[in-house]
Nanobody
Framework: QVELVESGGGLVQAGGSLRLSCVVSGSSFSITAMGWYRQAPGKQRELVASISIGGTTNYADSVKGRFTMSRGNIRNTVVYLQMNSLKPDDTAVYYC??????????WGQGTQVIVSS
């Protein structure tokens, strides 16, 4: 049973920064790609950043240049999302999981990010 635990969210003013963390436990994969997703109230969950097995990162246009995804180990079982220059539109619950084409694990609780204007 894979468990995803996200942390690091909080309340921040526009222009501020937060660093999210994700820990994956129970995975039998030696290494996997991972992604950060967010879901704002009334909106669908969207992929905002991903990191491949080789460490290549990709970002949604809405966060490009502001968010940076990194990994804490080669297996991608610890990943981070550094969020700078935050905007009120970044307010959402943030989740980590595998990218869509890799097959999702059960979703974690997520971590709430609130950006005040």
């Amino acid at each position: 049973q894979v468990e995803l635990v996200e942390s690091g969210g909080g309340l921040v003013q526009a222009g501020g920064s937060l660093r999210l963390s994700c820990v994956v436990s129970g995975s039998s994969f030696s290494i996997t790609a991972m992604g950060w997703y967010r879901q704002a109230p009334g909106k669908q969950r969207e992929l905002v950043a991903s990191i491949s097995i080789g460490g290549t990162t990709n970002y949604a246009d809405s966060v490009k240049g502001r968010f940076t995804m990194s990994r804490g180990n080669i297996r991608n079982t610890v990943v981070y999302l550094q969020m700078n220059s935050l905007k009120p539109d970044d307010t959402a619950v943030y989740y980590c999981n595998r990218p869509p084409n890799s097959g999702y694990w059960s979703w974690g609780q997520g971590t709430q990010v609130i950006v005040s204007s």
